[in-house]
């Protein structure tokens, strides 16, 4: 499979079963760090949705009928991870719906952006949001998402309501390594345009 197919044919089977499945929804991952940050080689799409009702085996059979297979069919995996993970079949490109929670997945479904796609009108996670996830990840390619969409997106970030986020994440995981890594990246990028 090439990694130079673009996700506009994937986007555009997608955006109306979301449509007709969804109070809301997001694309986050490597395809809001190309929107935010830089074009970088992905060969694959990620969504978080807010599944309205929560049946996942009408939506399922509903997405399949637009080209979406299901890769894992194991009811538990899925309870387990609230992953849906599909293959556009006429792309081959991976999808992975994401089935949002309570809290602050349902602020990044409120704070997502419209943004079009070669022609496709999308909701992608805010720089901010996607900042928060990355740094949460914390795997290097991750970290290095966080230094690409700070240095494209320094100007117009909003930083207070990125350690605020964060503030509030490390309260209710436990951590205290959530915000020096985002401050350490953020020093890095200041540094730079210096």
């Not at 809001?32 to 059979?61: M, N």
């Not at 299901?70 to 899925?78: G, I, S």
């Not at 605020?164 to 401050?183: H, I, K, R, W």
Request: with cysteine.
């Amino acid at each position: 499979m090439s990694q130079n197919i673009s996700p506009a044919e994937l986007l555009a089977a997608l955006v109306p079963v979301l449509g007709r499945w969804c109070d809301g929804w997001y694309v986050f991952g490597a395809q809001a760090v190309v929107i935010w940050g830089r074009p970088r080689l992905t060969a694959d799409v990620d969504v978080t949705i807010r599944l309205r009702p929560e049946d996942i085996a009408s939506f399922c059979g509903d997405m399949t009928q637009h080209g979406f297979l299901l890769r894992v069919e194991d009811p538990d995996f899925v309870a387990r991870t609230r992953v849906l993970p599909f293959l556009h079949a006429p792309t081959q490109l991976p999808l992975d719906i994401v089935l949002a929670g309570p809290g602050i997945e349902e602020t990044f479904i409120q704070r997502a952006i419209p943004v079009d796609i070669e022609h496709v009108p999308v909701q992608v996670a805010s720089p901010e949001d996607l900042i928060v996830m990355k740094v949460l990840a914390a795997r290097p390619k991750d970290i290095e998402d966080v230094r690409t969409v700070i240095k494209e997106q320094l100007t117009k970030l909003d930083i207070q309501y990125v350690r605020n986020t964060l503030g509030m994440l490390e309260d209710a995981l436990g951590q205290s390594d959530l915000t020096p890594l985002f401050e350490s990246e953020l020093a890095a990028v200041r540094g730079r345009r210096r």
